[in-house]
């Protein structure tokens, strides 16, 4: 679960809307002009946020309504909800609007696909007898809960990501579950050397070209082999869901 970033902009028109309130005889009409023009825009842009938000909302589902079937088993709109929500935060973030039309779309089409993904990950753990133990979700939550500075914060990004304490928990026992089964099950052939070596003159290559002295390749061997093998990793990933879904049912609602 990531941090969530959220809605700072209230935080800066209290403290406008207090330091308008302050001090006023000492103020000049131009200062007054300003600081009003400053409230102004941050109300405007807190008004903006507040309708983006409606608009997030308005693309959920219903908890209780099926989204989809994959090899008999429900998929329900809370799930979904909470898919949904990462998938918006992420366009956020990255300065992308989630409530366009294209961009909806693409969301949908996207939440979907990592939830039927998600879904025979998980079937196939549970055939195989991957769980996750009361204590190791328990280690994970506190972990979780470590990311914020206080509790309340905590709360907060778990009503923002559409989630409670039992949903949590039981996230937090899913992906143990996952992960457990794709490092036991996905495995990609080893690294070499040369492919280290290609990815290391690229990496320098495009650092040459911005003008930057690139760092010797024992300094970042370690953090170019783990990358190449996550990706790797995810590449067989990928494939190993398709091959699944050919043998699956899978019925979308939505």
Do not use: W
Not at 14 to 34: F, P, T
Not at 225 to 239: D, G, H, M
Request: glycine share 6%; aromatic share 4%; hydrophobic share 30%.
């Amino acid at each position: 679960m990531k941090k969530l970033m959220y809605p700072f902009l209230l935080v800066l028109v209290s403290a406008i809307l207090a330091a308008c309130g302050a001090n006023d005889e000492g103020k000049s009409a131009d200062k007054e002009k300003e600081a009003k023009t400053a409230e102004t825009d941050q109300q405007e842009q807190q008004k903006q946020m507040e309708e983006m938000q409606k608009k997030m909302e308005e693309q959920k589902l219903d908890e209780n309504k099926t989204v989809a079937i994959v090899n008999e088993q429900e998929i329900l709109g809370r799930e979904y909800n909470s898919v949904l929500t990462s998938s918006q935060m992420m366009f956020q973030q990255m300065g992308q609007d989630p409530t366009t039309k294209e961009a909806a779309e693409q969301i949908k089409k996207q939440t979907l696909d990592s939830l039927v993904g998600q879904t025979l990950l998980l079937q196939e753990a549970d055939k195989k007898g991957y769980k996750a133990s009361d204590d190791e979700v328990k280690k994970q939550l506190e972990e979780t809960k470590g990311q914020f500075k206080d509790d309340k914060e905590f709360e907060t990004a778990m009503q923002q990501a559409g989630l409670d304490m039992d949903s949590l928990e039981d996230e937090i026992a899913n992906n143990i579950k996952y992960t457990k089964y794709i490092n036991g099950e996905i495995k990609p052939k080893e690294v070499t050397d040369a492919e280290i070596q290609k990815a290391y003159d690229e990496y320098a290559g495009q650092g040459g070209a911005e003008g930057q002295e690139p760092p010797k390749l024992e300094e970042v061997k370690p953090q170019i082999k783990q990358q190449l093998e996550q990706q790797k990793q995810q590449e067989l990933l990928v494939k190993h869901v398709e091959e699944l879904k050919k043998n699956a049912k899978i019925d979308i609602k939505v």
